[in-house]
């Protein structure tokens, strides 16, 4: 959490220290009534936000630049499941003082990946809140009209997708809990994937005409994937052992693997549907932007979701996932 500054910044000040970058060619940024944005013909706006409040979304003691990171990353995430090219973001920062180290070096964080990901922050609200910090994100970006990928469009036989290496920020998470036994040098292969996800967000717009449907694995594969199906009014054949693990997994029980890369959540990867006939295109693709792609199944005509475990073997399969990973 920020300290009380003796000499606190205004309002004003604080933007135009941290958050105010050069605005682009073609837009109105940081500083006016409004932020403007061209939107090319052709294409429709995607927008999505997030709220993100510190101990539910964030430890209190995290490192702010890592804050920053991550609370435009989860937003980015949703931009890349609907395949759209990133234009612009809004900041709304709600802070219990207006601490300069902390504003520093979470403005850094947050603007290094606006940059990298070219996301241009247009504006935004700053205010003063009672005791912890909240972040508010909303992204803008551009899709072909009639091309987003949609929750709703899987179809039977398509391919099952993944992207990354999946488990690691479950894993992290647990053990930064104490629900799973301490284990430092597991945090510290894990931790870094728990508080700064790489969303492939430069890639994604390659799918556009080749996949189906898709949604970022936000909330865990399973839960997420089942609002696919729901959506799209398919079922779905799953394989844990074909799905990409992260290398520090290998420390852990079965039961703990399946539990991470099943149920984990803050992965903002990808999960996607596509047609046999585009295997070709996705493996090129990826590999030529560096992604790591892997089918993990089968969507299938029969609207019931089965999970085969490491062995193969049939695990009983709930609507909100399943019974021994339902979390409360």
Request: aromatic share 6%; net charge negative; proline share 7%.
């Given at each position: ?5 003796p000499?606190?910044l205004s ?16 837009f109105?940024?940081?500083g006016?009534d ?6 090319r ?12 409040i510190?101990?539910?979304h964030?430890f209190?003691d995290?490192?702010p630049a ?25 900041l709304?920062l ?7 180290s ?10 290094s ?16 809140s009672?005791?912890?910090?909240i ?13 987003a ?6 179809q039977?036989?398509?391919d ?7 488990g ?21 292969q ?14 994604a717009?390659?799918?556009l ?14 839960q ?20 990409p ?6 420390h ?25 006939a ?5 493996l ?30 049939a695990?009983n399969?709930?609507p909100?996932?399943f ?6």
């Amino acid at each position: 959490m920020p300290k009380s500054d003796p000499n606190p910044l205004s309002e004003f000040d604080l933007i135009a220290r941290f958050f105010s970058p050069p605005a682009a060619q073609g837009f109105v940024g940081v500083g006016d009534d409004c932020g403007i944005m061209p939107v090319r013909p052709g294409f429709q706006l995607a927008v999505s936000t997030d709220t993100l409040i510190e101990g539910r979304h964030f430890f209190s003691d995290a490192d702010p630049a890592d804050i920053g990171h991550k609370a435009l990353a989860v937003n980015l995430s949703d931009l890349a499941a609907a395949g759209a090219q990133l234009r612009a973001c809004l900041l709304s920062l709600s802070l219990p003082h207006a601490d300069e180290s902390w504003l520093q070096a979470f403005s850094q964080g947050f603007l290094s990946l606006a940059n990298e990901s070219g996301c241009q922050l247009i504006g935004g609200d700053t205010t003063r809140s009672h005791d912890k910090i909240i972040l508010g994100v909303t992204v803008l970006g551009e899709v072909p009209v009639s091309q987003a990928l949609l929750r709703g469009r899987a179809q039977p036989d398509d391919d099952i997708w993944v992207t990354g290496q999946l488990g690691a920020p479950h894993t992290a998470l647990q053990l930064r809990q104490g629900v799973w036994a301490a284990d430092e040098a597991l945090l510290a292969q894990t931790l870094p994937r728990l508080l700064r996800p790489q969303p492939p967000v430069h890639w994604a717009p390659e799918l556009l005409g080749h996949a189906h449907a898709a949604i970022d694995i936000s909330d865990g594969l399973i839960q997420d994937l089942q609002h696919i199906l729901h959506d799209s009014q398919f079922g779905a054949r799953v394989e844990a052992a074909a799905i990409p693990q992260h290398p520090a997994l290998t420390h852990l029980s079965a039961e703990q693997q399946l539990e991470a890369v099943l149920s984990g959540g803050d992965e903002f990867e990808l999960c996607f549907t596509a047609p046999v006939a585009q295997r070709a295109h996705i493996l090129d693709s990826a590999a030529k932007a560096g992604v790591a792609v892997q089918r993990i199944g089968t969507i299938t005509l029969e609207p019931t979701l089965q999970i085969l475990d490491f062995e193969g073997k049939a695990l009983n399969a709930e609507p909100t996932g399943f019974d021994h990973f339902n979390r409360s």
